[in-house]
């Protein structure tokens, strides 16, 4: 055994003895690159699996106390999610907003204005993905937003035409009904009465990020400073270490609601930028677009026929999408909403197979058994059941099984979002007004948490163990 080899064995054979319940993980080697294969993805030790979940606020939770972190829940989530069997987080690497507070959005902010970061913030996120690479957790990096709950294109936009936000109806926790205790909750949806805008007028707004160049020059100076990061905890530059898996240009970048799609579209030429622009600072890692592939055949060729992207992702929303009622608690609503995700999964691995890529389903979720809330004082507490969910767990989750041990594009799944030990009944709005559930702040808290006691933390954990024995048995 050579000298390099030894120190790899004896490296590996102590990261190996990290130990989560009944299970062993290992830790991140940083030079061990994911990379695309044909239609799978891989890494040094072969077919490279993504048990993932959603976990965005993680440079938050990770950050000082004096910005609203907390770490003792960090790494107990992190413990809990490791346990399972997780490999995969989807996390922000951004978010936009005054220092001042800003409603329906992550708060303190990464980037305060134009170029100014919250070095605290910074460190949070040097911390998360140390602590992610321990327990052997590769990361997706979202690098803007669509949506208003983590500032994103629109408040690029602000900052670019002093225009002030159209914020389409949010979640505001400080709305009627309130509970006893000030900064519990519960609080409502915004609506036009309060001033909410259209989510169209919202949309037309972010979506000038398309075609402003300043609001671009700041957002591609954001990536290259993101890139460029060298974590204050380990040393490594983010380019250079394997624990960012991917790139991804934002969340759910779209054109407007039932926006068409033409070539023309500005979106298209947006995508091609922006992924030369990350492809020529990191090509030691992935990019992918961060699409939800709602909008058919044509557009998902379209989005994903870049060099520069190297595979395709897919978010299926069944409740968002009216194809599901949370207060319907009959068999035909469920099986409803499991035929659609099942061809969902299934239309959508044929047009990445067709295209030759490789597919990451990294958003999906469904609401707790509600119909069992609907006359208490709140339509998400988390007493209720979840058997609804669990079913949908098993189907979405194994539709995308299927393709992956057949001949489909799929490479894993990544469910919406892990609240891990938060729960609504208990939760107490923090000095910046954030709770940190698993939704987001411009959405009802406890819609798509997983928790920590949820079956659907075995259905994912039961997911890893399944494909590492095919893995195993067929010698990939
Ligand atoms: C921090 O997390 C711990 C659990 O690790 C929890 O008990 C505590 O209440 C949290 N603190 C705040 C301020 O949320
Ligand atoms: C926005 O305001 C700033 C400062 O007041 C000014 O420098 C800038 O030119 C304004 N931009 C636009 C597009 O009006
Ligand atoms: C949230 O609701 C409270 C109480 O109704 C109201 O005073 C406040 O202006 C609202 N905030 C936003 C941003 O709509
Ligand atoms: C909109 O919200 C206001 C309180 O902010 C409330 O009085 C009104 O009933 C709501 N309207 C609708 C249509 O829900
Ligand atoms: C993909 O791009 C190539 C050129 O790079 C072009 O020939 C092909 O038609 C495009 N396919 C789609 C579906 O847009
Ligand atoms: C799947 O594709 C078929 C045929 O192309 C289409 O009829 C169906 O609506 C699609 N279903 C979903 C959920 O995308
Ligand atoms: C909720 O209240 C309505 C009307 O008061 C009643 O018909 C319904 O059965 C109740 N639902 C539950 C789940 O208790």
């Known amino acids: 055994m050579s000298k390099t080899l030894l120190s790899i064995f004896l490296a590996s054979a102590l990261s190996t003895a990290a130990q989560a319940g009944s299970r062993a993980y290992q830790a991140i080697d940083p030079d061990d690159f994911v ?6 993805l891989k890494d040094s030790q072969g077919l490279h699996y993504l048990t993932g979940l959603n976990y965005w ?17 960090l790494v107990t989530e992190l413990d809990q999610m490791a346990a399972k069997g997780v490999n995969h987080l989807r996390i922000m690497a951004s978010s936009e907003g005054a220092p001042t507070p800003q409603p329906f959005r992550m708060n303190p902010a990464l980037m305060q204005s134009p170029g100014q970061y919250n070095e605290k913030v910074f460190q949070g996120l040097d911390i998360c993905l140390d602590e992610m690479s321990q327990r052997g957790m590769r990361a997706t990096m ?3 937003d669509e949506w208003q709950w983590s500032g994103g294109f629109a408040q690029y936009i602000s900052w670019a035409t002093n225009k002030t936000i159209p914020y389409p109806s949010s979640w505001n926790m400080t709305k009627p009904p309130q509970r006893p205790v000030p900064g519990t909750g519960w609080g409502d949806y915004t609506n036009e009465t309060d001033g909410a805008a259209s989510y169209e007028v919202f949309e037309d707004f972010a979506n000038q990020l398309y075609t402003n160049a300043q609001a671009e020059q700041w957002y ?3 990536i290259k400073t993101v890139i460029n990061r ?3 905890v380990n040393g490594r530059v983010y380019k250079d270490d394997a624990t960012i898996m991917t790139w991804q240009l934002a969340n759910e970048p779209q054109t407007q609601v039932g926006g068409g799609p033409e070539a023309s579209d500005p979106l298209i030429a947006w995508i091609d930028r922006i992924s030369t622009y990350i492809r020529s600072l990191a090509p030691k890692q992935l990019i992918n677009v961060g699409l939800e592939s709602k909008q058919g055949e044509a ?7 870049f060099s520069t992207v190297d ?15 949370m207060y319907d608690s009959s068999t035909a609503g469920l099986q409803a909403a499991q035929d659609f995700a099942t061809a969902f999964v299934q239309n959508t691995s044929r047009w990445a197979v067709e295209i030759g890529k490789p597919i990451f389903l990294e958003e999906f979720g469904m609401a707790r058994d509600n119909w069992q809330n609907r006359n208490m004082t709140y339509p998400y507490l988390s007493s209720a059941t979840t058997t609804h969910k669990d079913a949908y767990f098993e189907t979405i989750i194994g539709a995308a099984m299927d393709q992956f041990k057949g001949d489909g594009a799929y490479v894993g799944t990544c469910p ?7 729960r609504p009944e208990t939760q107490h709005m923090n000095e910046f007004g954030m709770v940190w559930a698993g939704d987001p702040p411009h959405e009802a808290p406890g819609w798509y948490d997983l928790y920590d006691t949820d079956e659907a933390m075995n259905i994912v954990a039961r997911q890893q163990e399944d494909i590492a024995d095919w893995i195993e048995e067929n010698g990939l």
């Open 299 to 305: 557009y998902f060729k379209l989005v994903h026929n």
């Open 35 to 40: 990379y695309v294969d044909g239609l799978r």
């Open 220 to 222: 591609k100076a954001h």
């Open 230 to 232: 060298k974590n204050t």
């Open 311 to 325: 595979y395709a992702t897919s978010h299926c929303w069944v409740q968002n999408w009216g194809i599901y009622d």
């Open 57 to 73: 606020a993680c440079m938050n939770l990770a950050a000082d106390k004096s910005q609203g972190g907390n770490y003792s829940r």
């Open 416 to 422: 919406w979002a892990y609240g891990g030990i938060w």
């Open 142 to 144: 979202t690098l803007a």
